[in-house]
């Protein structure tokens, strides 16, 4: 079975432009949950969502978005881009509705904001 | 009531030792306690999880220990190796969503 996958592995921006990140979860998965990792405030969760529906928002700003497609595939955008939205942003799935809520990470999208 | 508290920062150990990394919980919403193995430049990847009506779980040198009454589990490497030198964060998963630790950086000295 095929992992999480992550496109695009690496990314450079400059501020004020905006960035879509792609995540295609584990196949049979239903929820997709996005992560932003940084040295200072290390993992936070930014949002999940579970069948197209945003079930679950962290304390993160508006230019924060994202959406899940009806095949579970989901995208984060983000929006006038800042020095401090550097990170390395991870994808995790997970079969929630089974017994089986383990979150399964990929290997993240590293943005880098000049 | 969200915090996962991770201790410690970082932890030598020789080959062959014990690694011990603690975890203390507030929220008692969460229903899985899982431990993620991160290598640098990779995401992180599941080590081992336990539920909470678990009191211990363990998988090869990988043993969490849960205590639901005092809110702290513990992940227990045995016979440490060099190739265990990462980055170990433990976690409180609820409906999609995973409350991390600081996260504890392991060193393996051969």
């Known amino acids: 079975k095929a992992g999480v996958t992550q496109t695009p592995r690496y990314l450079i921006k400059t501020r004020g432009q905006q960035v879509t990140l792609s995540c295609s979860p584990i196949s049979g998965h239903r929820s997709v949950s996005w992560y932003q990792q940084t040295p200072g405030q290390g993992l936070q969760f930014l949002f999940e969502y579970f069948s197209e529906t945003q079930r679950n928002k962290g304390n993160f700003p508006g230019r924060f978005s994202g959406r899940q497609f009806s095949n579970s595939r989901s995208e984060m955008n983000v929006s006038t881009l800042e020095l401090g939205d550097s990170a390395l942003y991870l994808c995790a799935s997970s079969s929630f509705g089974t017994t089986l809520n383990i979150q399964y990470f990929g290997a993240g999208t590293r943005l880098s904001v000049l | 009531q969200q915090q996962v508290k991770q201790s410690p920062q970082s932890l030598i150990v020789q080959k062959g030792g014990i690694s011990i990394i603690n975890c203390a919980y507030e929220?008692?919403?969460?229903?899985?306690f899982p431990w993620y193995q991160q290598f640098p430049g990779k995401g992180p990847a599941l080590l081992i999880a336990i539920r909470p009506d678990v009191s211990e779980k363990k998988e090869g040198r990988f043993t969490i220990s849960f205590n639901k009454s005092a809110k702290q589990f513990s992940l227990h490497i045995m016979d440490s190796q060099p190739g265990d030198s990462a980055t170990y964060f433990c976690?409180?998963?609820?409906?999609?969503?995973?409350?991390f630790g600081d996260g504890t950086t392991l060193t393996v000295k051969p």
């Open positions: 976690a409180g998963t609820n409906a999609g969503k995973s409350t």
């Open positions: 929220n008692t919403a969460f229903d899985y």
